[in-house]
């Protein structure tokens, strides 16, 4: 599964090869007829730098963009027949049943850093924004012991439940296998995903995006 950290290692390489070719060309852009051996070393030096600069930053640039392709396919969809079971008592539900409301969807996992670290964001914003017909679900792929372990040791009042690989669930299992974590889709009053969001949110960036649908 891809992890978070993986995104920031391309951009650091990408940068890095991109700084290092801009730098070598520089210093031998008066070079253009290498002599002698090491002349032709630093001339292709050069353009093996060059190549990793502008292969990182391509990278760098439709990396993100390919990751993120599933999620950015959802906008404009309905998410009505997404099915969940309860953590707390395996009870089917899906997302039509909360139709008339603004849904906030989060994926996430209990080994997931960012997501664990925004978990107070999402309850803040499930107590302001509830009145108001905002409801916050948290779902995970894991299996639903693990999610339970956790939430003995760190209670979340939020809507809790996990997508089984199920045949009931085959449906559902495209929005938790994305393989980014943690993600959040806005989800209006009809069912249908407006936003989304990828990492970690805040109280105040959930409140932006739900706002426009209120």
Request: net charge positive; charged share 20%.
């Amino acid at each position: 599964m891809r992890v978070q950290w993986l995104y920031g290692m391309e951009t650091l390489f990408g940068l890095m090869g991109a700084l290092a070719a801009v730098l070598l060309a520089r210093r031998f852009k008066r070079s253009r007829h290498p002599a002698g051996f090491r002349g032709w070393m630093a001339y292709f030096g050069i353009v093996a730098l060059s190549l990793i600069g502008l292969g990182g930053l391509a990278f760098l640039v439709l990396g993100p963009h390919r990751a993120l392709a599933p999620a950015i396919a959802q906008n404009g969809r309905s998410l009505a027949a997404f099915r969940f079971q309860s953590v707390a008592d395996g009870s089917w539900h899906s997302l039509g049943e909360y139709r008339g409301k603004v849904v906030l969807l989060n994926v996430w996992a209990t080994w997931c850093g960012p997501c664990r670290g925004e978990i107070p964001d999402l309850e803040l914003t499930q107590r302001e924004l509830g009145p108001k017909g905002v409801v916050v679900v948290m779902v995970s792929d894991q299996e639903p012991k693990l999610i339970r372990e956790y939430l003995a040791q760190h209670p979340v009042k939020t809507e809790q439940g996990y997508v089984p690989d199920a045949p009931e669930a085959a449906q559902s299992r495209h929005l938790t296998d994305m393989g980014t974590t943690p993600l959040t889709f806005i989800v209006d009053r009809d069912g249908v995903a407006r936003e989304f969001l990828v990492g970690a949110g805040n109280s105040k960036r959930f409140s932006e995006l739900i706002g426009k649908y209120l």
